[in-house]
T-cell receptor, first 112, second 112 residues
Framework: SQTIHQWPATLVQPVGSPLSLECTVE??????LYWYRQAAGRGLQLLFY??????ISSEVPQNLSASRPQDRQFILSSKKLLLSDSGFYLC???????????FGNGTRLTVT | RKEVEQDPGPFNVPEGATVAFNCTYS??????FFWYRQDCRKEPKLLMS???SGNEDGRFTAQLNRASQYISLLIRDSKLSDSATYLC?????????????FGTGTQLKVEL
């Protein structure tokens, strides 16, 4: 069966520090991969999605970036965090464009 | 108009009650529809897909009305454990990738 791993679970970082969140999927090949962010009390915002290695689509202009160095690995990064980057970051995968998403456990990021 | 709209609630219902949520979507070309459940500070989890003919899974029934562009979720015999936020999800046809759009959710509180 397919599983998705996301880490770390919680993170407290100072403003201006870098960020690297990692997500890996097991049990499937060539999944669509996604990064979402959920601010406190708000809906899910799609940040990036990828349909293949090295293919990244950005949905929202911001100081974040994403990379997919391997088929089942998706990384979210920032060179300098802002206070507004605080939130609940969720990695997800799907089989194809119209299939449901399956989420990792999420990373709760607090920028201080 | 938002792409996907939900009544945020909360819906406070007694245990054993029947409760229904609606979700409207703006893109008539939308192809796939889902309901997710999100517990406090947790990742969203797929509850059920929504098929054109309507579908049922135990106490949960989902329906799609393409003419009026809304989907619904009916929960019968509510349990305390049903307390959560229910997210409506819509996938428009994009020709590639997957840009699921999430509603902001409807909060359900089931009480004794």
């Amino acid at each position: 069966s397919q599983t998705i791993h996301q880490w770390p679970a919680t993170l407290v970082q100072p403003v201006g520090s870098p960020l690297s969140l990692e997500c890996t999927v097991e049990g499937t090949s060539n999944p669509n991969l996604y990064w979402y962010r959920q601010a406190a009390g708000r809906g899910l915002q799609l940040l990036f999605y990828s349909v293949g290695i090295g293919q990244i689509s950005s949905e929202v202009p911001q100081n974040l970036s994403a990379s997919r160095p391997q088929d089942r690995q998706f990384i979210l990064s920032s060179k300098k965090l802002l206070l507004s980057d605080s939130g609940f970051y969720l990695c997800a995968w799907s089989v194809r464009w119209n299939s449901p998403l399956h989420f990792g456990n999420g990373t709760r990021l607090t920028v201080t | 108009r938002k792409e996907v709209e939900q009544d945020p609630g909360p819906f406070n219902v007694p245990e054993g009650a029947t409760v229904a949520f609606n979700c409207t979507y703006s893109n008539s070309a939308s192809q796939s529809f889902f309901w997710y459940r999100q517990d406090c500070r947790k990742e969203p989890k797929l509850l059920m897909s929504v098929y054109s003919s309507g579908n049922e899974d135990g106490r949960f029934t989902a329906q799609l009305n393409r003419a009026s562009q809304y989907i619904s979720l009916l929960i019968r015999d509510s349990k305390l454990s049903d307390s959560a936020t229910y997210l409506c999800v819509v996938t428009p046809f994009t020709g590639g990738g997957n840009k699921l759009t999430f509603g902001t959710g409807t909060q359900l509180k089931v009480e004794l």
